[in-house]
């Protein structure tokens, strides 16, 4: 069965710092998708970003950037010079091809708050 | 163009009463999912429609839960004899295809008192 762990349930740091949310994964699958959702305080979970299984290149988008790591099940999340809008609950989730459906499997969220 | 919507926004209901909660996806796609958040929790699957069918029911509590999808857009979560820890954050959302990203409606927040 899959899981998602997100060990970090609350990251404060002060603007401008950077900051990572771990991610651990567990899946028998051979052919998965790893997801990350933000979810500001109004509520509404927001589409970051999505991986496949054979796709290990880490990715850049703005102060962003995401590292993938197969050998370690970890798809850990960045975000560089922080900002006071950045606070947030940030999920990891994965989707199996295997299922029918692909649903998500969401982590616990880590709650991250940016001081400025 | 306009995102998952659902109505409503919020609702307060009685134990032992009956509620529906609808979802309209975005237009165009086939893939549509329930999933429920409680408290300081990630979301988790309740149920998967690929068209009008559900095609994967297995999140599902037990069976006072129940959710249709008829004319394979809108879709209506249905809740009965509800109960204090049935209250939680519902979630919608919908993709083009199964296994693309999914889009999440605002929710509605069910509380049973």
């Known amino acids: 069965a899959q899981k998602v762990t997100q060990a970090q349930t609350e990251i404060s740091v002060v603007e401008k710092e950077d900051v990572t949310l771990d991610c651990v994964y567990e899946?028998?699958?051979?052919?998965?998708?790893l997801f990350w959702y933000k979810q500001p305080p109004s509520g509404e979970l927001v589409f970051l970003i999505r991986?496949?299984?054979?796709?290990?290149q880490n990715e850049i988008s703005g102060r962003y950037s995401w590292n993938f790591q197969k050998s370690t099940s970890s798809f850990n999340f960045t975000i560089t010079a922080s900002q006071v809008v950045d606070s947030a609950v940030y999920f990891c989730?994965?989707?199996?091809?295997?299922?029918?459906?692909?649903?998500?499997?969401f982590g616990g969220g880590t709650r991250l708050m940016v001081k400025p | 163009g306009a995102g998952v919507s659902q109505t409503p926004s919020n609702k307060v209901t009685e134990k032992g009463k009956y509620v529906e909660l609808r979802c309209d996806p975005i237009?165009?796609?086939?893939?549509l999912y329930w999933y429920r958040q409680s408290l300081g929790q990630g979301p988790e699957f309740l149920i998967y429609?690929?068209?009008?069918?559900?095609?994967?029911d297995s999140g599902l509590p037990n069976d006072r839960f129940f959710a249709v999808r008829p004319e394979g857009s809108v879709s209506t979560l249905k809740i009965q004899r509800t109960e204090r820890g049935d209250s939680a954050v519902y979630l919608c959302?919908?993709?083009?295809?199964?296994?693309?990203?999914?889009?999440f409606g605002p929710g509605t927040r069910l509380t049973v008192t």
């Open positions: 959302a919908s993709s083009s295809q199964p296994a693309y990203e999914q889009y």
């Open positions: 899946t028998r699958d051979t052919t998965y998708y």
């Open positions: 991986r496949n299984s054979f796709d290990e």
């Open positions: 989730a994965l989707s199996e091809l295997g299922n029918a459906g692909n649903m998500l499997t």
């Open positions: 237009s165009g796609h086939t893939a």
């Open positions: 429609f690929q068209g009008t069918g559900a095609a994967d």
